[in-house]
Nanobody, 126 residues
Framework: QVQVVESGGGLVQAGGSLRLSCTTSGLTFGDYHMGWFRQAPGKEREGISCINYNGAGTYSADSVKGRFTISRDNAKSTLYLQMNYLKPEDTGMYYC???????????????????WGQGTQVTVSR
């Protein structure tokens, strides 16, 4: 079966950095655009970045643009999110998700994502 597993979360001071990873199995990674989402306590889930199936195009929300970088290694079936200059408002559960190329021509955070991980917690202290 398909498995999507995030890792790399933790506690970091404001201004610090973290690198999240998302490993997948049971699916053909290159057939999927990939995205990162986050959800803070009491808030709705927010799409923050996505990357096309071949890594040729990316999109990031204004809230993270210039600070977060999404990338992927198709040979390792792994997605990454490099997070720099972290702020307390970046605190939340971070989720990785897979969006089928057959469903969406290019990655879209507003589109349908078929597979989701369980999340990894990121906490940024002041």
């Amino acid at each position: 079966q398909v498995q999507v597993v995030e890792s790399g979360g933790g506690l970091v001071q404001a201004g610090g950095s973290l690198r999240l990873s998302c490993t997948t199995s049971g699916l053909t990674f290159g057939d999927y655009h990939m995205g990162w989402f986050r959800q803070a306590p009491g808030k709705e889930r927010e799409g923050i970045s996505c990357i096309n199936y071949n890594g040729a195009g990316t999109y990031s929300a204004d809230s993270v643009k210039g600070r977060f970088t999404i990338s992927r290694d198709n040979a390792k079936s792994t997605l990454y999110l490099q997070m720099n200059y972290l702020k307390p408002e970046d605190t939340g559960m971070y989720y990785c998700a897979a969006q089928a190329r057959s469903d969406q021509h290019v990655c879209s955070l507003g589109g349908s994502f078929r597979y989701w991980g369980q999340g990894t917690q990121v906490t940024v202290s002041r």
